[in-house]
């Protein structure tokens, strides 16, 4: 059994990262060597937590990150690490009791350059549920593997990862230059130096909280639009289509609004945009019957009670409609910054 790095970026995790720490603490995998938490500077109690916890067992180590983005944290504890596997988590995921141990089993079952479970959502308010809902659908999605938590095989990413700590040091790490979209070109590069080698498995369970209000969903995939844009930059052939649908897509509507206002002809947009928004409510009213029941049940952490199908199918509509529309503005303007200024990084 291989001894094991666990390296947690964080940026004020107060209300998670005791949490966090004592599930990795208490393991059963026999060789956990170190967690190391990369602190970019924290203004809460994140610190002081994890100060308090190195002190009773000397595996907690923290790290300073000064540039705060995760891809800078990431190398930092790679660079440190002296695990020779490297998990990678997050300072406010909910995760299986087994998780360690799963990822390793499979990890050394399959071979795989990389390991990792699917993408799986949980929430505490209606915005949070519509977005765990949204990721259910194609909408939501755009068809990516590891968003689908009855998958196994092989795909171009997975959420988070654990890795041979010597590959990751091999290929240079994490590119600091795509700072949201870090994970998926990381993986790129292992298929691209190793073949098929990103293996996602239904047996490796965690589970993450989305944001909490529209603002920060926008913001949150005007970034992953961003990271997108640069990625396929990077691997303009391995890169995979579904980063450039959102784009392409919303591109196409504006064009052809501008087409129809300049039109002496009508060329009846406004029935196609309500013939796609009837699209996107029937899609969720299919998507929140099929799922609603196991939602609550599995995926409902809110004190309250759990919203209703309308409030679901509205809100997973919202969801869908910001997390597209973000995607693509963020992609828009990185594609405007390289076309104009010639900004090839963040």
Not at 18 to 43: C, H, M, Q, W
Not at 75 to 102: P, S, T, W
Not at 261 to 289: H, I, K, N
Request: charged share 20%; glycine share 8%.
């Amino acid at each position: 059994m291989p001894t094991v790095t666990v390296g947690i970026p964080v940026l004020n995790e107060e209300n998670h990262i005791e949490r966090v720490l004592s599930g990795f603490l208490g393991t059963e995998y026999p060789n956990l060597k170190e967690i190391l938490v990369a602190d970019g500077g924290s203004t809460d109690r994140t610190r002081e937590i994890v100060q308090e916890i190195s002190q009773k067992d000397e595996r907690v180590r923290l790290i300073d990150n000064p540039e705060q983005y995760q891809s800078f944290a990431l190398n930092r504890m790679i660079e440190q690490a002296k695990g020779e596997v490297f998990l990678r988590a997050d300072g406010h995921c909910l995760y299986q009791e087994d998780y360690l141990k799963n990822n390793i089993e499979v990890f050394l079952e399959t071979g795989a350059k990389n390991v990792g479970g699917s993408q799986r959502y949980v929430a505490s308010n209606s915005i949070q549920a519509g977005t765990a809902l949204a990721v259910k659908s194609f909408l939501g999605n755009g068809g990516a593997k590891y968003m689908d938590d009855t998958y196994e095989g092989y795909a171009d990413t997975v959420f988070l990862g654990c890795f041979w700590t010597e590959d990751l040091r091999e290929i240079g790490g994490f590119n600091t230059k795509n700072i949201t979209n870090q994970d998926s070109e990381l993986n790129l590069r292992l298929i691209e130096n190793f073949g098929e080698s990103v293996f996602v498995s239904p047996r490796i369970k965690s589970w993450y909280y989305p944001r909490d209000s529209y603002t920060k969903l926008f913001k949150q995939y005007f970034r992953y639009g961003r990271g997108r844009f640069l990625t396929k930059v990077l691997h303009p052939k391995s890169s995979p289509i579904r980063g450039l649908t959102p784009f392409l897509f919303i591109l196409s509507l504006v064009i052809y609004l501008v087409a129809d206002l300049m039109s002496v002809t009508d060329l009846y947009f406004p029935y196609v945009a309500g013939f796609l928004g009837a699209v996107v409510l029937v899609e969720s009213l299919r998507v929140v019957l099929s799922n609603r029941k196991e939602f609550i049940k599995e995926n409902w952490t809110g004190d309250r009670k759990a919203p209703g199908s309308v409030s679901l199918l509205l809100h997973m509509a919202c969801s869908v409609i910001v997390m597209q529309v973000g995607h693509f503005s963020g992609f828009l303007y990185q594609l405007f910054r390289k076309v104009f200024f010639g900004v090839k990084g963040w």
